[in-house]
């Protein structure tokens, strides 16, 4: 009896050990394509979470670049009459009396403003390391980011330099006539050959440099939106809510400087 069980068992090893080979190998695929989706898996919300990070820094750079902006806009429509528009309105008006007064005597009257500006301040640099470092910006972006740094540093010297100008005519009013005034004034030539432009240079500088801070803060708001938006695409679902900028051209028409000046 045992001897036929025998040659039966004997029969089946090879079937068995075949069958066992069978569902180690067929474990062994499980495990490793098993491995493969779960690595697939971890390398796809590896990427999805740096592009998470890269959106929510360009987010924050989206932000401090319209906090720039809307400084910028704000500063110019508050101050630009005592800033720069009077001031060269009444050197326009000089001039022009100057060249009447050849003809006949006329008089002049000039309503001197020497108050001063309070200064122009802005969180520049953070905008910079973030469009540099974190949001992983276009070329373009960081170089506007880093002429905006720029900018608004020589803005607030500008500023300061028309204060302290200012200051000096105010001091030096009482010591000359009125038309050796004037010319030093609006940075003209006086009588005896002189030209003291050191007002009108400061005061034409804080206009360039305004403008200049409202375009560029634009710029890099509207390249950064457009990243964001394409961030958030790449993203899908859950995606955090891209940042966005856009200027309402109607609205702000006189204060935005004209873009053909920066078409380099």
Do not use: W
Not at 24 to 46: E, I, K, P, Q, R
Not at 121 to 136: D, Q, W, Y
Not at 162 to 180: F, M, V, W, Y
Request: proline share 3%.
């Amino acid at each position: 009896m045992f001897e036929g069980m025998g040659d039966a068992v004997a029969k089946l090893l090879p079937f068995a050990a075949a069958t066992l080979e069978s569902s180690f190998a067929t474990a062994l695929l499980g495990a490793f394509f098993g491995a493969a989706a779960a690595n697939h898996f971890a390398v796809n919300n590896a990427r999805k979470n740096a592009l998470q990070e890269r959106l929510l820094a360009s987010n924050a750079a989206t932000n401090f670049a319209i906090a720039s902006f809307n400084h910028a806009i704000g500063f110019k429509a508050q101050l630009r009459p005592v800033l720069y528009e009077n001031y060269f309105a009444d050197r326009e008006r000089y001039i022009s009396f100057l060249r009447e007064i050849k003809a006949e005597k006329k008089t002049f009257t000039i309503q001197y403003d020497f108050s001063p500006v309070r200064g122009f301040n802005t969180n520049a640099e953070k905008l910079l390391e973030l469009v540099s470092h974190r949001a992983g910006a276009s070329q373009t972006a960081i170089v506007a980011a880093a002429n905006l740094v720029q900018i608004l540093a020589s803005l607030e010297a500008f500023l300061s330099k028309r204060t302290e100008q200012l200051s000096r005519l105010a001091r030096e009013k009482a010591e000359c006539g009125d038309e050796e005034f004037a010319h030093r004034f609006f940075g003209l030539e006086e009588p005896n050959g002189n030209i003291d432009t050191r007002l009108y240079d400061a005061v034409d500088a804080v206009r360039q440099h305004l403008e200049d801070a409202i375009f560029f803060s634009a710029y890099i708001a509207e390249k950064l939106s457009e990243q964001n938006r394409a961030l958030s695409r790449k993203i899908g679902k859950g995606s955090p809510d891209p940042a966005t900028f856009a200027i309402d051209e109607r609205r702000l028409k006189d204060l935005m400087p004209n873009r053909s000046d920066y078409s380099d």
